[in-house]
């Protein structure tokens, strides 16, 4: 950023009560760039609206287990799921794949985030820092 972007970032905050972002801080993952990853990688089993297939595969639509903790989604889109998963109180005994080394951490970053924010969920979105965190 700009000395004077900053500055009128700044100045706009001020006066209007808003907090500032810090000067280096991260931008949000696009919400655009993740529905096109997920246009590509995904419908196949979740479908292009996300509801997935019953009793195959999940519905990720307003699903607490995708607008839950980040680092669990992280962990399942980077390195896979076999075995039983209760969502929505339905259980659903598949696998996910593993998308690491198909997908950049910024492609996992921005289609998690598409999700999150999308889909009628209500989430926050995902860093490239915090899927780069994510371990096995």
Sequence with gaps: MTKIAFA???????????AAPAANAAPPRS???????????????HGATGMG????FPSLVANPYVS???????????FGLIGKIVVKG???????????????D????????YVRTNLKNKSTP???????????
């Design 90 to 104: 339905k259980t659903y005994n598949g696998v996910m794949p593993s998308w690491t080394g198909t997908l950049t």
């Design 106 to 113: 910024t492609e996992i970053a921005d289609v998690i985030t």
């Design 53 to 56: 297939v019953p009793g195959l």
């Design 31 to 45: 919400s655009a760039a993740g529905q096109k990853v997920f246009a590509s990688n995904c419908t196949g089993c």
């Design 8 to 18: 009128v970032v700044m100045t706009t905050a001020v006066l209007t009560g808003a």
């Design 68 to 78: 839950g903790d980040a680092k669990r989604v992280i962990h399942t889109v980077k």
């Design 126 to 136: 995902v860093t490239v820092a915090q899927v780069r965190a994510v371990t096995k």
